[in-house]
């Protein structure tokens, strides 16, 4: 799915909601099998461009689409943990939707392989390497082919044949009467399940599934800035489907571990520096550590508590690739307590000087004992 989705539809990237769903209107009905005379080009580009609104028609998934491009693009619903399930019918359940039944496993056509299921996993990432962008190595446990019967269930040196209940078709028509008149109905056929096909000797390593599941790590590549929350896609790392059926795709959450100094405000990154009195008042340089590194902050004489500082450039990078937020370092100022008896002067001294009324010294029984264990 190397094409930009707006371009499937042929629409601007700026484009309304209404005009996303005419669009696709108008392509799925130019495409649809039943128009095209399931010319499988057609077939392939009307699967692309289902692909294309099923993104851009959900608000949520478009906004991460256009920050992520493909990769962020997260499909909520899916079979987590169950590969062998059948995850999919994401396109045909929207086919459905605009045209009322009938999509590709329909009237005409046999059933066939099914792509397998989507799966997804959740993977924690330290603070730093989520900032930074990494490779991480994630394992779920998949179905994958059989190397055995290579994938089509039927035992090695027999093949599949097709299915007499249905004559390949993957479903069987009933018609009965009833009180509002004929009715037909269609349903998978129970011979084949569906498959259009039979398979006489199974093959003995999957019992005819043409799959078995495995315990699968793939590396998966960390763009810098990724976030709580951001998804990744991996196309075709999901399950594979029964008997050589497509495989579905992995899609990656991720969670980001807290960081015991950094928070995250959109790609800015907050933190806050004590620095004394003393300091505050008379200017410091102060040796702080970011996320690239130790750097001197330069607090200038007379720096008030809360004052912010902004470090330009030491953020997040942004997930597209270009610049990065700020840093900004909150300064909060230490009063100081449990003075000795020589600070205590000097800042006695400093009040007088200044002609700042201050409370007498603590000369009740209880402050003379504290003073004499100092
Ligand atoms: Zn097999
Ligand atoms: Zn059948």
Request: overall charge negative.
């Amino acid at each position: 799915m190397a094409r930009d989705y707006y371009e499937l539809l042929g629409v601007s990237p700026s484009a309304s909601p209404e005009e996303i769903k005419r669009a696709y209107r108008r392509l799925a009905r130019e495409l649809h099998p039943d128009a095209s005379g399931g010319n499988p080009e057609s077939e392939a580009r009307f699967k692309e461009v289902a692909v294309a609104y099923e993104v851009l028609s959900d608000p949520e998934r478009r906004r991460r689409y256009d920050m992520f491009g493909p990769e962020g693009v997260g499909a909520g619903a899916g079979a987590a943990g169950d590969p062998f399930g059948f995850g999919g019918g994401g396109i045909s359940d929207l086919f459905n939707a605009f045209f009322g039944g009938g999509g590709f496993a329909g009237d005409r056509r046999a059933g066939g392989p099914t792509r397998g299921p989507d799966l997804e996993v959740v993977l924690e990432l330290d603070f730093a390497d989520a900032v930074f962008g990494t490779q991480q190595p994630v394992s779920v446990r998949t179905a994958v082919p059989c190397d055995t019967c290579e994938g089509s269930g039927a035992a090695p040196g027999t093949s599949a044949r097709r299915c007499d209940e249905c004559g390949g078709q993957g479903q069987v028509r009933r018609v009965r009467q009833s009180i509002l008149g004929q009715m037909v109905t269609a349903s998978p056929c129970p011979r084949c399940s569906g498959m259009g096909e039979v398979i006489d000797s199974p093959c003995a390593d999957c019992g005819g599934e043409g799959r078995k599941l495995e315990e699968k790590s793939y590396r998966v590549d960390i763009p810098a800035g990724v976030d709580t929350g951001s998804t990744l896609r991996l196309s075709g790392r999901g399950a594979a489907g029964p008997r050589g059926g497509g495989h579905g795709d992995l899609y990656v959450h991720v969670e980001v571990r807290a960081h015991p100094r950094f928070k995250r405000q959109a790609y800015d990154l907050v933190d806050e520096q004590r620095v004394s009195m003393a300091q505050a008042a008379l200017g410091a340089h102060i040796k702080y550590e970011t996320l690239d590194g130790s750097e001197d902050l330069v607090i200038p004489p007379g720096t008030q508590s809360g004052r912010v500082f902004r470090l330009r450039g030491r953020g997040v990078p942004h997930v597209e690739g270009r610049g990065r937020g700020d840093l900004l370092v909150q300064i909060l100022v230490d009063v100081p307590t449990n003075l000795s008896r020589e600070e205590d002067e000097l800042l006695r001294q400093f009040a007088a000087a200044r002609g700042e009324e201050v409370a007498p010294p603590d000369n009740s029984f209880f402050g003379r004992i504290r003073s004499a264990f100092r």
